[in-house]
């Protein structure tokens, strides 16, 4: 079975500009998370899909939205982007909610200059 | 809210050492704790996976216990081989409060296994 991917692997953009992440789960995964990872802050949570809803939010501005949908494949957006939001942004799925283990994706790094 | 903490932040042992990394979270209303483990540059890779219900699971040369109460997990690998270097990391599921369904990451130990 395939595992997550994410697309694409490495990114370059200029302050102030938008990004579009995507993920594809494993087959049968319909759950989404998506997670930001920085040397600073560590890895932080940013908000989970499931069935095309949002179910979970982190503590991150506007300017991050997700959507998710119906074959299960989600997608981040990120407006106006600033310097420090430079980071590996890791997209993960499981089968379900709550108990069920999350298989992460190999991420894709995005610098801001 | 939820915070973990893991401890060593790095460690360097030389191969065939048996070794304990320690993983704890201040709340204990949690669905789940999971083991990872990142290489330079990559993603997680999920190592281990204990409900909350659950003591310990076991993986190859992988253990790792959950004690639930006291907020602790450890994970205990043996023989170790120069290929287990990597970041080891811990995430806590909450099941309340503003954790709720959310992964929390400990900072993660830094292993460094040579030969």
């Known amino acids: 079975k395939a595992g997550v991917t994410q697309t694409p692997r490495y990114l370059i953009k200029t302050r102030g500009q938008q990004v579009t992440l995507s993920c594809s789960p494993i087959s049968g995964h319909r759950s989404v998370s998506w997670y930001q990872q920085t040397p600073g802050q560590g890895l932080q949570f940013l908000f989970e899909?499931?069935?095309?809803?949002?179910?979970n939010k982190g503590n991150f501005p506007g300017r991050f939205s997700g959507r998710q949908f119906s074959n299960s494949r989600s997608e981040m957006n990120v407006s106006t982007l600033e310097l420090g939001d430079s980071a590996l942004y890791l997209c993960?799925?499981?089968?379900?909610?709550?108990?069920?283990?999350?298989?992460f994706g190999p991420g894709t790094r995005l610098t801001v200059t | 809210k939820q915070e973990v903490t893991q401890i060593p932040a790095a460690l360097s042992v030389p191969e065939g050492e048996n070794l304990v990394l320690n993983c704890s979270f201040t709340d204990s209303a949690i669905y789940n704790l999971q083991w990872f483990r990142q290489d330079p540059g990559k993603g997680l890779t999920s190592l281990l996976l204990?409900?909350?219900?659950?003591r310990e699971q076991t993986s190859g040369r992988l253990n790792a216990s959950l004690d639930k109460s006291s907020g602790r997990s450890t994970l205990y690998i043996a023989a170790s081989q120069p290929g287990d270097s990597a970041t080891y990391l811990c995430a806590v599921k909450g099941a309340g409060g503003t954790s709720y369904g959310k992964l929390t990451f400990g900072q993660g130990t830094i292993l460094t296994v040579h030969p």
């Open positions: 899909y499931f069935s095309e809803t949002q179910r």
């Open positions: 204990i409900q909350s219900s659950q």
């Open positions: 993960a799925s499981s089968v379900g909610l709550r108990e069920h283990e999350q298989y």
